[in-house]
């Protein structure tokens, strides 16, 4: 199977090594900007590879919604196979994709989406053939996870954790849609559609870890805790479904704490299989180039679909989601969050624990408060504070 590559940037490099090396897949040419074609393998228009026969499927690592999505279409449309690392793409277009791609008779996969190279959508969209999800969910971005251990590790200040993480290859082009959850946010989308045939387009909610400072990781230290950054998607018995990303509290026992460097830790629960986690690299180049590799392997093997036929866009509900919640804010900002105990007063910062409060709730209590120009943090507290 001869495979073009779209983008040849951190993913697009290692996609391109390993087709080279991979047996019964064959390195196709590859999509790079126009002025970038500097050796013979390398093209600059969509149409070189769409109009090429001997191209058979397609793998798109440029990241964004356009151009990839046009390209997208083309190569399903001119019956290419389609397989994409781009959680933005596939987060804000998977529904077409996935009808287009069915209508045209070719495959789509997007294990690289969600995971990096953990194959948690892979097995999640085998397992919803013969069992119930329950839930989805974990820690599913790299590059925060990587901020956070080396922050509370080695006590690295939070611009030079991030500035690491770029030079690894970890975070995306602009770290924004890293360090404020979108990135995290976009990977539970997809798990929730693969899962329950249902993509979230409104009501989602999503806390960064973009107000975590040395001195959260300090107190939150002295209390044993540490934080990590979890996605967590759940289908409800009354159909309603939750989608939301927000730091979270764990102690040593808690599994996600040893969850280091740019590992993730990609969780679902069936209701007979009961829950199954997953940890491995979720951010790097070869990491996220293995999963691109292993859905071309799976199509030569006729694997076709990861979404379910009729997926269609929805809307996430939080607002029956509850947790106690570690809240560090000004002492002058007013908010009626129930204050459940607490923790340190300095005169200037408030540091408490809540009661339970609806993630609906607090995700739109911290904006309002930031709204008003007040610096906010908070995390879930899976046990008290
Ligand atoms: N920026 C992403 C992360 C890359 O850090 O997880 C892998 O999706």
Redo the contacts with the bound molecule.
């Keep these: 199977m001869k495979v073009a590559v779209l983008g040849y940037g951190t993913v697009g490099v290692g996609v391109y090594e390993m087709l080279q090396a991979a047996e019964g897949l064959e390195a196709g040419p590859v999509l790079v900007r126009p002025g970038k074609v500097n050796e013979p393998f390398k093209v600059d228009s969509i149409e070189a590879i769409t109009g090429d026969a001997t191209v058979d499927a397609v793998a798109e690592v440029m990241g964004g919604v356009e151009p990839a999505f046009t390209y997208a279409l083309a190569a399903i449309q001119a019956g290419k196979h389609f397989v994409t ?1 781009n ?1 933005a793409l596939v987060a804000a277009k998977g529904v077409e994709l996935n009808r287009a791609a069915r209508e045209n008779g070719v495959a789509f996969l997007f294990s ?3 995971g ?1 190279g953990v194959p948690i959508l892979h097995n999640l969209a085998r397992a919803v053939e013969t069992d119930e999800i329950l839930s989805v969910g974990g820690i ?7 901020m956070l251990d080396q922050m509370q590790s080695i006590g690295l200040d939070y611009g030079e954790a991030l500035r690491q ?1 770029q030079q690894l290859g ?3 082009a602009d ?1 924004t ?2 360090v404020t959850g979108l ?2 946010l976009r ?1 539970i989308m997809l798990a929730c559609a693969v899962a329950w045939g249902e993509l979230p387009q409104e009501g989602l909610l999503n806390e960064g870890i973009d107000s975590f400072t040395a001195e959260d990781v300090r107190d939150l230290a002295a209390r044993g805790f540490v934080c990590r950054l979890v996605a967590s998607g759940k289908r409800a018995e009354d159909g309603r479904l939750a989608a939301y990303v927000e730091p979270v509290l764990v102690s040593a026992g808690d599994a996600e704490s040893a969850v280091l460097r ?1 590992y ?1 830790m990609a969780r679902y629960e069936g209701r007979c299989s009961g829950p199954i986690a997953m940890i491995g690299q ?3 180049r070869y990491p ?1 180039a293995s999963a691109v590799l292993r859905d071309l392997s799976g199509i030569a093997a006729g694997e076709s679909a990861m979404f379910p036929a009729g997926c269609v866009n929805g809307a996430a509900d939080n607002s029956a989601e509850v947790h106690e919640y570690y809240v560090r804010l000004p002492k002058a900002a007013v908010h009626s969050l129930p204050v459940a105990a607490v923790l340190s007063d300095d005169g200037e910062t408030l540091r408490f624990r809540t009661g339970e409060v609806s993630v609906k709730t607090m995700h739109e209590t911290a904006a309002s408060l930031r709204a008003d120009h007040h610096a906010v943090f908070f995390a879930a507290c899976r046990r008290s504070a």
């Design positions: 690392s959680k690289a989406a969600c990096g599913l971005n790299g590059t925060t996870n990587y993480a970890y975070a995306e770290p849609a890293d990135d995290a990977k740019n993730n979720g951010a790097g996220t």
